[in-house]
């Protein structure tokens, strides 16, 4: 056991410390038996056993200090005993354990879950069965922000581990399908996409259906702007042929506009239901796009080409979209009453690279600006030095 991520507590002898918590479930209506001439470990597999039990009847701060104490005996056992291991990450998955925010008793699961995770590195089954319990639990809890793993620890457990590639592929896809429900596409989509990366050309076609769930989530968020990097992997340049609509769609979606959309919807009702997406979020998202495009192109675009690229009959139906979509933080719009212009700000590119590309060049035109002033600060001080020393 990696003792660098023990939790420490107060050290009460092993027997007394059973004979505690069996008097303790006693107070709680749980009979247990812990028959004194049994092993320890049979004796705390009796225990885990029962967790799901107690937990349903106390609150979440007290199942907290419980499973503490349960923790402080795990870590007194034997190191090479792993037996005890799946029933107790399987308990702390029970039903029991429910609610959503970092109070809840789901989320006090995913801690302890995430406890054995990272002090069961000498054990690699057991790691990655706790691997598994934390994303599950995080998820339930909609805690997934608290979670510890990220994609540098997933290489470093799949290494530690021996790995088989469809072991990886399953951890991988668990683990963007719980970033993705929790509201983390961004980082979904990059572990989705690393997932992705792992099937040849002949196993392509094994990810239609991870591709799509992918694509999906980045349609519905308004924050994201992945589209091009989809387009871009092997996976994606498959719908060509086995998908060509999904990719029509995404394409819409990467450099097309509102009207695009609103063409290509009209055409294809049957497929647009199928998406499961509202109607209203497909076309509020593609004309916040749109919003980007033109931003893109000029800071002042006159209102009428506005309304006419979003499909709006009125300045009264825009001015509403405006306030709506503020939220979302990507770009911000002003009308000028005066001249009928509108004015709009954005916050990121429709394509991902192009954006990187910018953002890049900044970096370095100012890395470039501040070297050239320090090497003349540099020669400044040093012709100042000159002087001085001449003068004396």
């Known amino acids: 056991m990696d003792d660098k ?21 006693l107070a709680q209506n749980i009979t247990l038996l812990l028959d004194e001439s049994a092993d320890k470990i049979d004796r705390f597999i009796e225990i885990i ?16 200090k419980f499973l503490n104490s349960i923790i402080t005996l795990m870590d007194s056992l034997d190191s090479d005993e792993t037996s005890f291991f799946g029933p107790l990450i399987a308990s702390l998955q029970n039903e029991a354990f429910d609610g959503v925010s970092i109070k809840s008793k789901a989320a006090i699961s995913a801690r302890i879950l995430s406890h054995i995770l990272l002090t069961s590195t000498n054990m690699p089954e057991v790691q990655k069965e706790a691997f598994f319990g934390t994303l599950n639990m995080h998820s339930r809890s909609q805690t997934m922000d608290k ?69 999906r989530a980045n349609i519905k968020d308004n924050s994201v702007y992945f589209f091009d990097c989809l387009l871009k992997s092997s996976a994606f340049e498959n719908f060509k042929k086995v998908a060509p609509l999904w ?43 749109t919003l980007v495009s033109l931003a893109e192109k000029k800071s002042y675009t006159p209102l009428k080409e506005v309304l006419d690229a979003l499909g709006f009959r009125s ?35 429709r394509q991902f690279s192009q954006g990187q590309y910018i953002t890049l060049s900044k970096y ?29």
């Open 5 to 25: 991520h023990t939790l420490i507590y107060a050290t009460i002898d092993d027997d007394q410390q059973l004979k505690n918590i069996k008097n303790y479930f």
């Open 49 to 64: 056993n029962k967790i799901p039990e107690i937990a349903s009847k106390l609150e979440a701060d007290e199942i907290e």
């Open 147 to 215: 979670l510890i793993v990220d994609k540098k620890m997933l290489k470093n457990f799949f290494t530690a581990w021996s790995t088989s590639l469809s072991d990886k592929r399953e951890m991988l896809r668990t683990f963007y399908k719980a970033l993705i429900t929790n509201g983390r596409v961004s980082e979904g989509t990059l572990i989705c996409l690393e997932l992705l990366g792992t099937y040849s050309e002949k196993e392509i076609n094994e990810t239609i259906e991870d591709a799509k769930e992918c694509a």
């Open 247 to 289: 990719y029509e769609l995404i394409t819409i979606f990467t450099k097309g506009n509102y009207l695009d959309y609103q063409k290509f919807a009209k055409a294809n009702a049957s497929f647009v239901k199928e998406l499961e997406i509202p109607e209203e979020i497909l076309e509020n998202r593609m004309r916040n796009l």
């Open 315 to 349: 300045q009264e139906e825009f001015e509403i979209f405006q306030v709506k979509g503020w939220k979302y933080n990507n770009v911000t719009s002003r009308i000028n009453e005066i001249t009928s212009e509108v004015y709009i700000e954005k916050n990121n590119h």
């Open 364 to 392: 370095i035109d100012s890395a470039i600006q501040f070297c050239k002033n320090t090497i003349e600060n540099l020669e400044g001080i040093s012709e100042e030095s000159k002087e001085i020393l001449i003068d004396n």
